[in-house]
């Protein structure tokens, strides 16, 4: 069964950094493309940050210069880090990988930033 696993999340203050990871049961292939959603509480999915094979970061201006995302193929896991919290980064995070042979997503990981 193909899976996509998140691990780190969890609580921050404002300009504090968390670090989110993604492990996919599958090789990742250079056709796809992988990255991280949010889901704030009662709001609609959001895109936060995207990469693909020999490509850099396509982030969302509301994160840009504050996340980075990184893909390692050898590990078939791809990472965010979030640096400069803010209270409305509070949210659902979500990975996926899609590609020619679908779209797969995460269960999610909570971060909440507050003080």
């Known amino acids: 069964q193909v899976r996509l696993v998140e691990s780190g999340g969890g609580l921050a203050q404002p300009g504090e950094s968390l670090s989110l990871s993604c492990t996919f049961s599958?090789?990742?292939?250079?056709?796809?493309?992988v990255g991280w959603y949010r889901q704030p509480a009662g709001k609609q999915r959001e895109r936060v940050a995207t990469?693909?094979?020999?490509?850099?970061?396509s982030y969302d201006e509301s994160v840009a210069g504050r996340f980075t995302i990184s893909l390692d193929y050898h590990k078939n896991t791809f990472d965010l880090q979030m640096n400069g919290l803010k209270p409305e980064d509070t949210a659902l995070y979500l990975c996926?990988?899609?590609?020619?042979?679908?779209?797969?997503w995460g269960q999610g990981i909570q971060v909440t930033v507050s003080s």
């Open positions: 996926g990988v899609w590609g020619p042979r679908g779209d797969y």
């Open positions: 599958e090789d990742i292939h250079s056709s796809d493309t």
């Open positions: 990469i693909s094979f020999g490509g850099g970061g």
